[in-house]
Each structure stands twice: as structure tokens, then as C-alpha cells.
């Protein structure tokens, strides 16, 4: 079992910049990879961004490639995801989760989601 806690999101302006951060406990978090995925209203949930547990392999949706950047400390059992030029079209609630599945774009491959935290960019 992992228990999963996102904070960070907010109100932004285009262009500017927020952190989301993902607390874990239950397991042995260096054992774990993760990621974030987005929900908008009306539209289905999509990826954005998955890290390896051990932090070395990293991989992005190309709509957040060059703006956005996952990275984890297992020291601190937490999981980050900078984001920066930040669009109107970034609105969404974000979650992050844990995989043990194979393919990291795939929801099915996550086995424990968080709760979400809202990130609303104005233009």
C-alpha cells in the first residue's frame, strides 16, 4: 500500500511558474516509480510526466517538454514536478501516482493515486 499527498498547485498567471510536490509513505519510496498525470474539466485524464525510481530515466508528454521537470528526493520520500511558462491550456488537477506497471503513459500501469491539487492558470 502507498498512501499519496500533492500540495503546490494554485493560481498563476501565463508565464509563471508553480512546484507541485508528492509525499509518499507505506513503502520503501526508493523502490517506487512514479508520475504525474493531469485532468482538465470535460477531458479525460492524460500523462505528463514519469520518473524511475532510482531518478535516473525521466519522460515527458511533449505538450510539457522544455517547460516542465520531474524529479524526486527519496531522501525526503517525495516526488516534484517544476513547472514553468506556464499556459492556459495547463489548467487541470493534478495527481500524482505510483507505478508498478510497465508502460509509464498508461493509467492502468499506476496502482495508487493521490488526491489531487488544483493548478488554474489565468491568461
Known amino acids: 500500500q502507498v498512501h499519496l499527498v500533492e500540495s503546490g498547485g494554485g493560481l498563476v498567471q501565463a508565464g509563471g511558474s508553480l512546484r507541485l510536490s508528492c509525499a509518499a509513505s507505506g513503502r520503501p519510496f526508493s523502490s517506487i516509480d512514479m508520475g504525474w498525470f493531469r485532468q482538465a474539466p470535460g477531458n479525460e485524464r492524460e500523462f505528463v510526466a514519469s520518473i524511475m525510481r532510482s531518478g535516473g530515466g525521466t519522460y515527458y508528454a511533449d505538450s510539457v517538454k522544455g517547460r516542465f521537470t520531474i524529479s524526486r528526493d527519496n531522501a525526503k520520500n517525495t516526488v516534484y514536478l517544476q513547472m514553468n511558462s506556464l499556459k492556459p491550456e495547463d489548467t487541470a488537477v493534478y495527481y500524482c501516482?505510483?507505478?508498478?506497471?510497465?508502460?509509464?503513459?498508461?493509467?492502468?500501469?499506476?496502482?495508487?493515486w493521490g488526491q489531487g491539487t488544483q493548478v488554474t492558470v489565468s491568461s
Open positions: 501516482a505510483a507505478r508498478s506497471g510497465s508502460y509509464y503513459r498508461n493509467m492502468g500501469s499506476y496502482d495508487y
